[in-house]
């Protein structure tokens, strides 16, 4: 079955701080993995999207990077603001049929 | 949110009744999808259009229907067979099936 399971559900970090979010996934054919950011109450944005033969992929403080052969992706934020505090989505997107795979996500508070 | 608008915000039904949430795009996008959101899970798809007076069901379809008369519009309509109505509905479109997904600002739907 495929399936899109991050971790941790929820992390509390002071502003300036850095974290790792995690993304592990069970699919296949794999395309394509993608990171969002969700505000609250607001629709998904795109961060990095990254293809099989890609390792890491950088858009500013955000890091993403994958590991095809563990399927474990990660997402590295620098140097923490207040305005990263959101929900970070991993998604998947199956090879054959163009099908997405959506993690739960990770809820992250950036506390001042 | 880009070109993608979705309303109202905020969307109040008493049980039985049917809704229609907008979702319109300037895009010039031919797909579009709708989305539901509940907490602690991933977005499951309810309906998809590739083009102009097509569309496909989703995940969770049951209880849900749309229209694609305009290449700008789908709207979604939550019928009183919904058992669980209530919930965060995000619109999405892309350029072609499979390619990156943008989303609207999405509609909150309370159902008592």
């Known amino acids: 079955k495929n399936q899109v399971e991050q971790s941790p559900q929820s992390l509390i970090i002071l502003e300036g701080k850095n974290c790792t979010l995690q993304c592990n996934y069970t699919v296949s054919p794999f395309s394509n993995l993608r990171w969002y950011k969700q505000d609250t109450g607001r629709g998904p944005v795109s961060l990095t999207i990254?293809?099989?033969s890609e390792n890491t992929k950088s858009n500013g403080r955000y890091t993403a990077t994958l590991d095809a052969d563990t399927k474990q992706s990660s997402l590295h934020i620098t140097a923490s603001q207040l305005s990263d505090s959101a929900s970070y989505i991993c998604?998947?997107?199956?090879?054959?049929?163009?099908?997405?795979?959506w993690g739960a996500g990770t809820k992250l508070i950036i506390k001042p | 949110d880009g070109g993608i608008t979705q309303s109202p915000k905020y969307l109040f039904r008493k049980e039985g009744q049917n809704v229609t949430l907008s979702c319109e795009q300037n895009l010039n996008h031919d797909a579009m999808y709708w989305y539901r959101q509940d907490p602690g899970q991933g977005l499951r798809l309810i309906y998809y259009s590739q083009i102009v007076n097509d569309f496909q069901k989703g995940d969770i379809a049951e209880g849900y229907s749309v229209s694609r008369e305009k290449k700008e519009s789908f709207p979604l309509t939550v019928t009183s067979a919904q058992k669980n109505p209530t919930a965060f509905y995000l619109c999405a479109s892309s350029i072609r099936t499979g390619d990156e997904q943008y989303f609207g600002p999405g509609t909150r739907l309370t159902v008592t």
């Open positions: 990254m293809t099989f």
């Open positions: 998604v998947v997107r199956v090879d054959s049929n163009y099908q997405l795979i």
